[in-house]
């Protein structure tokens, strides 16, 4: 039986920046260390720390930084519905995340 996991795991560095294009219904869990998340026209600042996750509803830009050596993940979260951009429509299933790692 194949899966397709929806999950991608990265490690980052202290003071290095990962980059979500668009982060609605992604869920960035925190496994050790502790980042910092910003979303763009979003006055929040989410620190997550190890055990900690966060979950963005809104179609906008994550920033993810490292305030130390920090292992994460980011996935789908399963509840999230159809979304319509540029005329299709993607559900949370079969939903395409791009993720674009930054340099700090």
């Known amino acids: 039986m ?9 490690s980052l560095a202290h ?4 980059n979500v294009s668009d982060a609605a219904g992604v869920q960035i869990a925190c496994h050790e260390g502790s980042v910092w998340v910003t979303l763009d026209g ?42 319509r951009r540029m005329g299709r429509t993607h559900a949370a299933s079969g939903a395409k995340v791009t993720f674009a790692l930054q340099a700090a």
């Not at 292992?71 to 979260?77: I, V």
């Open 15 to 18: 003071q290095a920046m990962f």
């Open 42 to 83: 979003d006055t929040r600042d989410v620190v997550l720390d190890a055990g900690d996750s966060f979950t963005a509803t809104e179609h906008r830009r994550a920033l993810i930084y490292a305030l130390r050596p920090s292992s994460l993940s980011l996935a789908m979260a399963p509840s999230v519905a159809p979304v």
């Open 2 to 10: 194949n899966t397709i996991s929806n999950q991608f795991d990265l």
